[in-house]
Each structure stands twice: as C-alpha cells, then as structure tokens.
C-alpha cells in the first residue's frame, strides 16, 4: 500500500494550493480518505473527511476555505486549499481508512509565508 501527496509549497498568504494523494495497493474506492496536518510543535490534527460514498467533512478553522474531493478512478484524493493563511503551514497527510486497516502516506509541506 503507497500513498503518496503532492502539491506542497511555498504559497503566500491568500493564495490557493490543490493537493494531491495518489493511493496504490488499495480498493481505493472501499476507503474513506482523510487530510491532516501538523504544524511545528503541535499535535496531528484532522482537516477533511471524504467518506466512500462521496460524504464530506470539514473542521471548523479551515471551512469555506478548504474543500476535499476524490477521484475513484484515479485512486486520488484531494484538498483544494483556498484563502490560505500562515497558519495553515504545516505537513498535510492523507489517509486511507476502512475497517480492515489504515494507511499514512508521507506527507507534503505546505508554507504560508509573504
């Protein structure tokens, strides 16, 4: 199993940033996918969630701002990242969850910085 992001950057403060999670190795269309990030010092939080059947949901600090989506027969999920503020900077991860397990893919950087 490989999940592998992209799309992470230096992006200045309200600019807009898509990432990328390419999944290999699962059914990808069985998973419910997650974004997360972690900033320097601080605890892995959750984004957005994307349900297999295509349900959406996002935390309250990035919503209106940030919108998951997926792509079955591509195994990839997204995060459009819109409005961004420094406080968006952190490493994003994806994951893939089902009942028989979960996987982490490595995470991309995102910097919000003038």
């Known amino acids: 199993v490989q999940l592998v992001e992209s799309g992470g950057g230096l992006v200045q403060p309200g600019e807009s940033q898509r990432l990328s999670c390419a999944a290999s190795?699962?059914?990808?269309?069985?998973?419910?996918m997650g974004w997360y990030r972690q900033a320097p010092g601080k605890q892995r939080e959750l984004v957005a969630l994307?349900?297999?059947?295509?349900?959406?949901t996002v935390v309250d600090s990035v919503q209106g701002r940030f919108t998951i989506s997926r792509v079955n027969d591509e195994s990839t999920v997204y995060l459009q990242t819109n409005s961004l503020k420094p406080e968006d900077t952190a490493v994003y991860y994806c994951?893939?969850?089902?009942?028989?397990?979960?996987?982490w893919g490595q995470g991309a950087q995102v910097t919000v910085s003038s």
């Open positions: 994951d893939a969850a089902a009942p028989g397990g979960a996987y």
């Open positions: 190795g699962i059914i990808f269309s069985m998973y419910a």
């Open positions: 994307i349900t297999s059947g295509g349900r959406t």
